[in-house]
């Protein structure tokens, strides 16, 4: 499970300077809410997530969600404190872990929670992560009566073969069938996601899974390479030989077959790993994210940001109760992000999106790079001229690059 990173102690009654909130609602705001709660552990994931048996009887559904009310309430009067008014959620997205593992009506219960607290704006939109195989119709109908206006399911892939080395545990074809009873249920967005590059994945394998997708009819995709992180399952697996770790060429050849696929339907890149109908069809939680906008993260281990104070909570559900209910922050620690790490993370999150980023942002060993990059194929030549370095193709496979040239 991955390590948290260091940082200052957090207030214990959560409070933010006075310089964060002077700017609250002139940016995008919105609330994460993460469910650490998953029937079993995948080998590939790193996420802070918990199965029953690792729980046991410290922490449940009840209780998580209790806990989350509290940090939300919190979260209301921490944003009060500025001279603005709360801002309400434009986006929330409810991840984990496995969220609908709680049913629609807990799932209900947390958006109301949500309303209660920090409001909802008139087109607010709600997403939720859902696994496949703990969906129905009936499910996805309860949602959408709840509020909810957008699902992501976690598909992976439609070869039975490297669902097996992921350990992940659906059937190959059920996505898709949830996929299409989101869509019966009055979901017009609805989001797959894959993972690309597993040992044992072949090019037919990804083109059927591809071809499930478009079947599916989803107005979303996102496409991650498989990586290896430590302290997983997967990675002791590969540290033991009995997995060869995932080969960079053949990630990048994944990668130009996804976007053709993909482009192909009408489904356009957006983010370097999102594709999506049009522009109704993004996902625009994340892209507060990639954009530098504020968010409350509730939940064991979420990450918050508002006004360059970044923080997050302690990891563990039964932790995270208990400091909640003795009236604490959940918060482990945080960081003040100065203007200089505020620029480099706008560099390294901006330059990802098809929109690019603005020349402006850039320093002068910056934009001579950038010229650079143009000369090397990596950005697009017209549109540094009008003032933005946007990736080219081959710039998306080398994204992390270029932005290592960006920063000097």
Partial sequence: MSTQPTGDPAPED???????????????FGVYVHVPFCATRCGYCDFNTYTADELGSSAGFDGWLDGLRAELELGARVLAAGDNPVPAAETVFVGGGTPSLLGADRLGEVLGAIRDTFGLTAGVEVTTESNPESTSPEFFEGLRRAGYTRVSLGMQSAAEHVLRVLERRHTPGRAVEAAQEAR???????????????????TDDLRASLDAVLRAGVDHVSAYSLIVEDGTAMARKVRRGELPMPDEDVLAERYELIDEVLSGAGLGWYEVSNWASGVDARCGHNIGYWQGGDWWGAGPGAHSHVGGVRWWNVKHPARYSTMLGEGKSPAAAREVLDTADQRVERIMLELRLADGLPVEVLDDAGLLAAKQAVA?????????????????????????????????
């Fill in 14 to 28: 959560g409070s933010l300077p006075a310089s964060a909130l002077t700017t609250l609602g002139r940016r995008p």
């Fill in 376 to 408: 090397d194929g990596l950005l697009r030549a017209e549109a540094l001229e009008t003032g933005r370095c946007v990736l080219t193709d081959r710039g998306r496979l080398l994204a992390d690059g270029v932005v290592t040239r960006l920063l000097g």
């Fill in 184 to 202: 019966a249920a009055g979901f017009e967005h609805v989001s797959l996601d894959l993972i690309y590059g597993t040992p044992g994945e072949s």
